[in-house]
């Protein structure tokens, strides 16, 4: 591959994925500008790789799989946990600089991630590839190796318990 080729098949790469990167760098770790940091470092990965001559098969999923690599490393690399107080008041500096629908957009979300970081790391895992990622069934099974039929599963599974997580978080509040 020429490097022409080369460089317009990163650009075309980075069009189309980038966004989806992102997120699911950002949905792990919570830090937008450390998460465009590591989003750079994954493009980065990809265009070394591709620049040594070698093919890349599916884009997303070594994408994805160098995101995930990544956020790992990010986590090991994190000598002392944030506590709640830091957080909350991380949420609250941008919450005040929001609208109300903003707002409210923000705490369902905050609601949802929430659940979902209930689910076992199995369920976990094909829920945040599915809708936060946009991954099809397919490229989920490609990338865990395992049978389409397996993650479909698999996603019905956690779809149905984390409604269940869902339904008794609401009885509680109430």
């Given at each position: ?6 460089k317009?098949?990163?650009d ?11 997120r ?22 990809f ?9 890349v ?15 790992v490393?990010?986590?090991?690399s ?19 600089d929001t ?7 923000r ?6 991630f ?13 829920i ?12 989920i ?8 039929s397996?993650i479909s ?8 318990k984390?409604a ?8 509680q509040?109430?």
């Amino acid at each position: 591959m020429q490097d022409e080729d080369r460089k317009m098949l990163f650009d075309n790469v980075y069009e189309e994925h980038a966004d989806t990167v992102f997120r699911h760098i950002y949905f792990r770790i919570s830090d937008r500008e450390r998460a465009k940091e590591i989003t750079q470092d994954v493009f980065m990965r990809f265009w070394e790789y591709i620049s040594s001559g070698q093919d890349v098969e599916n884009t997303k999923s070594f994408l994805i799989t160098s995101a995930h690599n990544a956020v790992v490393n990010e986590y090991r690399s994190r000598k002392n946990d944030v506590s709640l107080d830091e957080m909350l008041e991380k949420v609250g500096d941008k919450i005040e600089d929001t609208k109300v629908l903003k707002l409210e957009s923000r705490l369902l979300a905050m609601d949802v991630f929430e659940c979902i970081s209930l689910l076992p790391a199995n369920y976990k895992d094909v829920i945040v590839y599915k809708y936060v990622d946009d991954m099809s069934t397919k490229d989920i099974a490609d990338l865990l190796g395992e049978t389409e039929s397996n993650i479909s599963v698999r996603i019905h599974r956690a779809s149905k318990k984390l409604a269940e997580i869902i339904k008794e978080k609401e009885q509680q509040e109430e």
